[in-house]
């Protein structure tokens, strides 16, 4: 594999690696010859709670029974984790046939690499007018072609809030704006519960949860043409306000990232949370106490003029080019769509991944749920806020994809630039433009 | 006075020694507690109830047996390897005159310094190439980059310790090299094999990051990046979990680690801790 | 006389061969599995490499002119400085005073030495997950059992600000290191000849005394090589500070194998990632024969 890229290549791009590889095989015993009797498929993905991995162990089997001879092995992966390892699968070509729930901008990373292969044929195979309109529109990076689809929708930063504290704290309604959820918090904090448990980490959790700030400062970190734009007075604004979110979050919150924001409201210690619809199952599984006092609404923003800003990850499906056994694997990814495995992988956490497919949401069987029954409207309203959500490789119905979305993440600029402002107290202005310009770095690169 | 004496100075070293072992020790109380009253502020010192339903959901809903049972396989087979090669190699290295000997010593120095992070690509690539990806070959010979340095390393001055009278005596008695090798300095350097074999042991154990890049089917994947993923993730961290996790890990260890800890230290006494 | 002057140069050839013979197989699997990855991180530092695709353009010597000119890594190597001689000065402080105490006569010696041995034998992960536990901010025993000692009246942060990250840091692995040097010194310490500290104690000599004058001494082979050892082990750590703290915050605990990493994994840089690496293979062996070259001449 290494050995034919590197012999194909053209002059100026070259694989540079390929030739000592192929050297250092030279001295190698015989390829493994691979079994020709079972084609195995690999399937990762970094979502893999318990309820999940019964789902999918159903999808896998019941695809195994439809197709004899195929068999369909599933390798976890993690968040923080699969950077890596698909750098080490891509560079090798020993790679996996299927891919789920990255977020959307780690597939145009890959795509923009020439790394996968085009989905088009899956999607039709499901059924393009199964799914919602536009859903697939942040994988159409070059017209016409798909690099991936959507498994899923997220609603990742809803303002989780406890109904019982807010009574007990004289709030009636839940806050709007940025000035209400302060005073809320600040009235909810005490007695060991803390006010929110907000990331301050040097994580991509911080990073995605304050550009979501930004925006709802009415400020934007590239502008639709990808120039960046994060230098602004409504940066300055986010960051105020994310400063003086800092004392209504617990001390550890420099260290926070989804699991443990998560675990602090679950658990209690924090009057409000931010995630997705996980918490609801959490709270069924951990700490059924506060399961009645439990509601969701749109993260606040600086004024009511500013709208909502939801940041959905789009989790996503695509396939490795260099994946073998391609007409399966295509059928496999479009069977990861078929209601009764898809239906079980959603119920796994009810509100968590909300389904792409309308046909799904309308499904009896969907709706055939005690969570999704119990919280309708909540469930609802994530449905609703994640069809219009974006993330940072998609600010706007007016930006072009970016494609570096992915690294700007992992490069944890944006964090940086969250703790250097909170914890350091460093200038703003001085960080604003180091950011700006680590931003244009990556750009260009 | 004496009796005084003697009263304060055990008090005194086993106060420390139980602030060095109180992190194991809160690692089973907090495995032993339920998840609801792991979330009590402030914490429970004991637990007030003792429940071993953690161990039981580890043992029955996880993969965690597979895990215990890849790192077994794999530091045993690095061990292994890294000490057979380590033994001939240091045999080689200490007791023959050939050209180039000093130098490959020299090297074998040198060869810790290089950091595992920037070898793990082109080692991928070739693990590829050898039909080994996803393997825990793959591992063995990865870990072997870092253990076998160390491993010819302590066993040259082991190798060194052993008298060198033995070994004549045996050829004038008319043994050849290789078998003045099995009967004489094998014997000899026994406790230098078992404890150079701990260490091995211990770092192939813990090794995180090779693991985390070099496997990735269940099937393979070792303790400790298995117990990571599976337990730490962007949805929820089961600490009463993990803990259980972290003391399953590791009682096996001390428990072989306890009769043989004389091993570790006897063998580096014996003069052999040299440049 | 001739003959058999002879045969014993024969019999050395012979021997000679049999020595690379023996040799050769550590050779083999040397070249496999470390000079190949080092020559082919070498031959990365001077290409501009997308770690997925391994493609790039050839751009001389632009990495390692970054790696000067940029702040980068000279930050990360003055942290990892910080780091490696903050841990390794705790590991053998503790470890020699540790090893002192286990070599008198303790009550239930063996099981003791057990106990210090164990932060060695546990896994990085395991030991990072208890720390972890152990600094939790909410649930942590720490801030609460020194809140009920009455030592501090708020909850710490522990790893998430400076300084307390890097104390953090450097606490822990001091833990998790120091009984290599426990090992270590008490092996030591077993060999030496008791009639010294007669003769020391004859020549009235306090328990002070006779440790600067016996026991040190007898102990600086072993503690020249096993600090070596160790700065070299500590400098290229990646797993504790990783799993721990992930080199924040912002930058403050991020050391050259993070630095590295990042840049590998995060921003795909491989050829930016070789070159740190190799400029941070640069620095150890500097002080490492440096070091070599003090305590050879010192000896």
Known sequence: MTLNRFMSTGVRRRSVLGGMAAVGAAAAMPRRIRAQETITLRWWSPQSSPEQLAAYETQMRNFEAQHENVQVVFERTSDEGYAPQLAAAFASGDVPNIVTHLPSFAVSDYWSAGLLEPFNDVIDMVGPENYYEGANQIYEIDPGVYAGTGIGNSAANMLWLRTDLMEQAGIDEAPRTWDQLRDAVSRMQGGGIFGAPLPYGRNSMTSLIFIGVIHQAGGQVFSPDLQVAIDSDETRNALEFYRSMREYCPPGATNYSWGESLTAFVSGATATGIYTGRVLINVANQNPGIADYIDCVLYPTVSEDVPAWTFNDFPSVFIPRQASNMDVTKQFAAFLFDPEGYIQQLHAAPGHVLPVLWTISENPEYLDNPIIERYTPQVDLMAAAAAEGYNLGWESQGHQPNVKAGEIINSNVISEMVQRVVLNDENVDQVLSDTSSRLEEIMGS | MRILRKLGFNLFTWILVLLVAFPLVWMILTSLKPQTELFRIPPTWLPETVTFEHYWRLLTETPFLIYFRNSVVLATTTTVFVVVLGAIGAYSLVRFAYRGRETLATLVLFTYLLPSVVLIIPLYLMMVELGLSNTLASLVLAHTTFALPYALWLLRSFMEGVPEDLESAALVDGASRMGAFRDVILPQLLPGIISTALFTFILSWNEYLYALVLVNSDAVRPLTTGVMTMLISAFNIEWSLLMAASVMMSLPLIVVFAFLQSYLTRGFGAGAVKG | ?299
């Not at chain 3, 909850?155 to 290599?180: E, H, Q, R, S």
């Not at chain 3, 004058?213 to 700065?231: G, H, K, N």
């Open chain 3, 1 to 299: 006389m001739a003959t058999a002057a002879h045969a014993g140069h024969r019999l050395e050839r012979r021997y000679a061969r049999l020595g690379v013979f023996l040799i050769a197989p550590t050779i083999v699997v040397f070249s496999l599995v470390i000079v190949y990855p080092l020559l082919a991180a070498i031959y990365l530092s001077f290409f501009s490499v997308y770690t997925p695709t391994l493609e790039g353009e050839f751009t001389g010597a632009d990495n390692y002119i970054r790696l000067l000119t940029n702040a980068a890594f000279w930050n990360s190597l003055i942290t990892t400085l910080i780091w490696t001689v903050g841990t390794l000065s705790l590991q053998i402080v503790f470890g020699v005073g540790m090893a002192l105490l286990l070599h008198q006569n303790l009550w239930f010696r063996s099981l003791a030495r057990s106990l210090v041995l164990f932060p060695y034998f546990v896994s990085t992960v395991v030991a990072v997950l208890v720390w972890r536990w152990l600094f939790n901010d909410l649930y942590g025993a720490i801030n609460h059992g020194l809140m009920q000692l009455g030592i501090m009246d708020m909850p710490l942060d522990w790893l998430g600000t400076m300084p307390n990250a890097m104390i953090g840091v450097i606490l822990v692995g001091a833990w998790k290191y120091f009984p290599f040097v426990v090992i270590a010194v008490l092996a030591r310490l077993q060999t030496i000849p008791e009639h010294l500290y007669e003769a020391a104690k004859i020549d009235g000599a306090g328990p002070i005394a006779r440790f600067f004058d016996v026991t040190l001494p007898q102990l600086r082979s072993v503690l020249v090589v096993i600090i070596l050892l160790r700065a070299i082990w500590d400098f290229k750590e990646f797993d504790l500070i990783y799993l721990l703290t992930g080199g924040g915050p912002v930058t403050s605990t991020q050391t050259l194998s993070l630095l590295v990493y990042q840049e590998a994994f995060a921003l795909n840089e491989m050829g930016q990632a070789a070159a740190y690496s190799i400029g941070m293979m640069l620095v150890m062996l500097v002080f490492m024969l440096v070091y070599i070259r003090r305590t050879a001449r010192e000896a």
